[in-house]
């Protein structure tokens, strides 16, 4: 694989000047820290507890159909796929890697929250939360670009965008799901987020905010870039174009979606963060991603997106955190299959046994099965 690096050449420094004998004025005292309430340990959650819904418990080891829609229950065993080796005789895409700066984006100019900080409940709206530490702070975010060996250049070519990049799993999987054709050529743009996590991040302002605004800066300041320093066509199908992510990541991939449906119709998310982690907080979406579930999917037309989507039974559990009872992850993806399947979506639901939030183990026996259901009904040369 070929690899291209563009690193920040220029560091600016400022040096505030006193005038000879006087006195400088005393440095204000810094933000008083606010100690994060404690995560507890995840409880183990049982994927038939009443309430949660109906799924098919598959034999250990073994992945869903990728042309089944519908709920199921792996585990506890997992092996990685055979796709995520590298395997002898199978053409290789090139990969690029390049970084961006905080200086470059017209629309995330970059925030960051006080080291060992963290806000507080509003005592007359748990939902939301009261945060004074994050200010304005430059970063620097690492991307990385993947072209198949198979790429005719001048071609307009599928591709996925995923979060939290460099994602060099997901490289080798396409390497070998490619020449299997078991899914089209395509592209895989692999962002690095612009540092920190959760409320008042950048980060989290990037991924947990319920907008169009991250799918425009993908499009705006992200795409042409790579079009133009890779001699790669990415095609303007909404149909060609996915999303993927862990986490908020994968909460970040169904909001470009859902908000720009004229973008991208797939979407695959690994432990979405589908609860309440949107800060500054939105009147129109009180509880953050959380609304998916709750609000936004039941009450909307259908809109054309397939989503592949996985919660481990250990995952993230935090009632404390804001006590606004939005905050287990198990729950929120459990509630998402629920109106997913209501409203008629085409979508696959994945329950982990013996796994975490966005456990390692489960990406490398599943990943490839997602992206083959994530890519149904897209044609492919050559099958």
Known sequence: ???????????????????????????????????????P?????????????????????????????????????????????????????????????STDSKMYPGIAREPHTFGTPDPNDPAKLILTTSHPAPYTRKLAVYVPKQYVPGTAAPFIVGADGPDRALFTALDNLIAEKKVPVMIAISIGNGSGDAQGSERGLEYDTMSGKYAEFV????????????NVKLTK???????????????????????????????LTYSGTYVNQQWPSNPATPGGAWEFHKSLIPNSPVKPIRLWMEVGDRD?????IMKDNMHDWVVANENM??????????????FARNAGHTDRAVKQQTLPEALEYLWQGYPIVGR
Do not use: C
């Not at 560091?11 to 820290?33: D, R, T």
């Not at 199908?237 to 797939?266: F, N, Q, V």
């Not at 993230?316 to 404390?320: D, K, Q």
């Open 219 to 230: 499009e705006t300041e992200v795409l042409p870039l790579v079009e133009k320093q890779y």
């Open 316 to 320: 993230l559990y935090g009632p404390n």
């Open 41 to 101: 340990v995840p409880p183990t959650r049982d994927p038939n507890t009443p309430g949660y819904v109906k799924a098919t418990d598959l034999p250990d080891g073994t992945n869903p159909p990728p042309t089944a829609d519908g709920n199921f229950i792996i585990g506890p065993t997992h092996n990685p796929a055979p796709e995520m080796t590298v395997h002898e005789g199978v053409p290789q895409g090139s990969v690029f890697e390049f970084t961006m700066n």
């Open 337 to 350: 299959a629920k109106v997913l399947a209501a409203k008629g979506y085409h979508y696959q639901f994945v």
């Open 237 to 267: 199908d909404p149909d060609g174009r996915a999303t993927m992510g862990g986490s908020s990541g994968g909460s970040a991939a169904l909001i470009m979606a859902w908000y720009h449906p004229e973008l991208y119709h797939r979407v």
């Open 1 to 39: 694989m070929s690899r291209l690096r563009f690193a920040p050449l220029l560091v600016a420094l400022i040096a505030g000047l006193h005038p000879a004998g006087a006195q400088a004025p005393a440095a204000p005292p810094p933000p008083a820290a606010t100690t994060p309430p404690a995560r």
